[in-house]
């Protein structure tokens, strides 16, 4: 997630005016038998190096080309608006809404309020470290709860899909730390959502504006430690600033959101479109498949390069964490009940499919 300032309302009124002027999505003429091209831009602030987007270019976009090519009606082509050449890091919503692509990368995180039911791994940590049962548990609840797409639809644009943001957040810091007791006092950097971790055991959270600037925080000191996960931690070489890893089992969370611009999508010919539904799944798996994938791969650059050193919490441990917290759980669901959401379903939903999946749950954040 490579996060940075959202621009100036000034600056973005002026990218949207173009983008009103300039309309995306295009659909080329072509001669009789040939193929009619479509000009489709998919855009996120983040680079490639965040494995949602790499999903998009290594599986989901040549998962499109395949199935159109089975008839040939239509060939796309692909404008790859990321790493901050269309919008920043946290725009990516309000990108999509206004236009500027036809399609998205949405990280989730990034918008506690505007997409807050997508806001509960975030309240249930220590409750499943395994990244395709967390996806599939959040597919679920898409399913099951359409108050999950209209919360989307306010800004312009329908989720096509969902997936991993992080295989298992953990934090790493300059000093190494053995105990959550030794964490009272120290500056970690978080990213908003997953703050409330850090303060319920004594730690200072301090906010991650964006992964271009983490390393020089970490560097100067603007924070001491963060939560983070393995494979951006070997990516950006934050982890020869902060070499030791304490796994805390916070679990894997995701909410990485695939969005389509409903204008857009309306121009789309019905054969695309279904294209696109069907490669969504692929995005999906390759972006699971990326993420794991990136973690050891990561892990062995933290190692060998950086003599990264890993600490992992005893199940006492984080059972004492877990329980540090005041339960931030329920107080989301009241919140989303109270705003006229099924906050409180959609927990016990989440928690049961954890359950019933053989989950190690430390916290039955719906049970108290």
Not at 133 to 146: D, F, I, S, V
Request: hydrophobic content about 40%; aromatic content about 8%; charged content about 20%.
């Amino acid at each position: 997630m490579t996060m940075a300032k959202l621009p100036t309302t000034k600056f973005y009124s002026l990218l949207a005016a173009t983008a009103l002027a300039l309309p995306v999505l295009s659909l080329t003429p072509a001669p009789a038998d040939a193929a009619k091209k479509l000009t489709i831009t998919v855009i996120s602030g983040n680079t490639h190096h965040y494995a949602p987007i790499g999903a998009v270019i290594k599986a989901f976009m040549p998962k499109v080309d395949e199935i159109l090519a089975k008839t040939g009606n239509y060939k796309v082509s692909w404008i790859k608006g990321f790493g901050g050449q269309v919008v920043k890091v946290r725009g990516e919503l309000e990108g999509v809404q206004t236009g500027l692509g036809d399609l998205g990368i949405v990280p989730g995180p990034f918008h506690p309020s505007k997409l807050s039911l997508y806001q509960i791994g975030y309240v249930t940590p220590f409750t499943s470290v395994d990244l395709p049962t967390t996806t599939a548990a959040m597919g679920k609840l898409l399913a099951t709860y359409p108050e999950m797409g209209k919360q989307a639809e306010r800004f312009n644009q329908s989720v096509l899909g969902l997936a991993g943001t992080a295989e298992n957040y953990a934090i790493w810091t300059k000093k190494k730390i053995t105990r959550v007791e030794d964490l009272k006092g120290m500056k970690i950097g978080a990213v908003g959502s997953n703050a409330p971790w850090v303060s319920s055991v004594g730690g200072v959270p301090v906010i991650l504006k964006g992964l271009a600037t983490v390393y020089s925080s970490l560097k100067t000191g603007v924070y001491e430690g963060s939560v983070l996960w393995q494979q951006v931690m070997a990516a950006f070489k934050f982890c020869e600033v902060t070499p030791h890893q304490l796994n805390t089992g916070f679990g894997a969370i995701s909410n990485a959101l695939l969005t389509a611009n409903k204008d857009s999508w309306k121009k789309m010919p019905g054969e695309v479109q279904a294209a696109i539904k069907t490669a969504s799944a692929t995005w999906t798996a390759g972006a699971d498949a990326a993420t794991l994938g990136g973690a050891k791969w990561g892990a062995g650059v933290c190692n060998k390069k950086f003599g990264q050193t890993t600490t992992t919490l005893t199940a006492e441990q984080r059972k004492k964490w877990a329980f540090a917290m005041p339960n931030v759980a329920q107080a989301w669901a009241k919140r989303q009940d109270k705003a006229g959401l099924p906050g409180t379903k959609m927990l016990k939903t989440f928690m049961d499919y954890m359950r019933d999946n053989k989950q190690i749950v430390v916290r039955n954040w719906d049970k108290e």
